[in-house]
T-cell receptor, first 116, second 115 residues
Framework: GAVVSQHPSRVICKSGTSVKIECRSL??????MFWYRQFPKQSLMLMAT?????????EQGVEKDKFLINHASLTLSTLTVTSAHPEDSSFYIC????????????FGSGTRLTVV | AQSVSQHNHHVILSEAASLELGCNYS??????LFWYVQYPGQHLQLLLK??????LVKGIKGFEAEFIKSKFSFNLRKPSVQWSDTAEYFC?????????????FGTGTRLQVTL
């Protein structure tokens, strides 16, 4: 149980275009999801906290107009990278915290974004 | 805000050697602590977690960690590593507020186990 599905796993896009990444909780409701970015051989850096039905909370230094987050339902959060640039190339990971049981965190499999 | 330090960036061990990866955190209140593993090409998986109670926590695949509150530490241990333990290991902390608090990760430790 407690599976988070992230799609797509890999995407290559041209500079200037936008890319949408989806994160779905398959067998539970996630009122809060988290979006992380991981650079090669580095740790996960929290970008924003996505709250169902309200605006996301962005970490300091993360451009909210560039990384649009929508959490329209209890099972889906999306991250849209707008006007992508090569420096946006990275590994993006979503996570949800279980609101029951052991309150653990579960992670999506990640999306490798390459902007060319 | 909380922070996590993992001082071992890259560890190389022979099979059957014992492992200890350091993790120290900084936070003034009660915390929940986690160790995650990321195998090559795969997503993060939970190894073990500490919420309360017995400070010695046992996880999957023979891993364990000990929470020492006075040292703000949560070191990961395994008595005898296997080649399949080659992976990246992340320590993480979140305040124990009971709500969906954000996880803060350490910089990770790359473990390489040689045959």
């Amino acid at each position: 149980g407690a599976v988070v599905s992230q799609h797509p796993s890999r995407v290559i896009c041209k500079s200037g275009t936008s890319v949408k990444i989806e994160c779905r909780s398959l067998d539970f409701q996630a009122t809060t999801m988290f979006w992380y970015r991981q650079f090669p051989k580095q740790s996960l850096m929290l970008m924003a906290t996505s709250n169902e039905g309200s605006k996301a909370t962005y970490e300091q230094g993360v451009e909210k107009d560039k990384f649009l987050i929508n959490h329209a339902s209890l099972t889906l959060s999306t991250l849209t990278v707008t006007s992508a640039h090569p420096e946006d190339s990275s590994f993006y990971i979503c996570s949800a915290r279980l609101a029951r049981g052991n309150y653990g965190y579960t992670f999506g499999s990640g999306t490798r974004l390459t902007v060319v | 805000a909380q922070s996590v330090s993992q001082h071992n960036h890259h560890v190389i061990l022979s099979e059957a050697a014992s492992l200890e990866l350091g993790c120290n955190y900084s936070y003034g209140g009660t915390v929940n602590l986690f160790w995650y593993v990321q195998y090559p090409g795969q997503h993060l998986q939970l190894l073990l977690k500490y919420f309360s109670g017995d400070p010695l926590v046992k996880g999957i695949k023979g891993f364990e960690a000990e929470f020492i509150k006075s040292k703000f530490s949560f070191n990961l241990r395994k008595p005898s590593v296997q080649w399949s333990d080659t992976a990246e290991y992340f320590c993480a902390v979140t305040p124990n507020t009971g709500t969906a608090s954000k996880l803060t990760f350490g910089t990770g430790t790359r473990l390489q186990v040689t045959l």
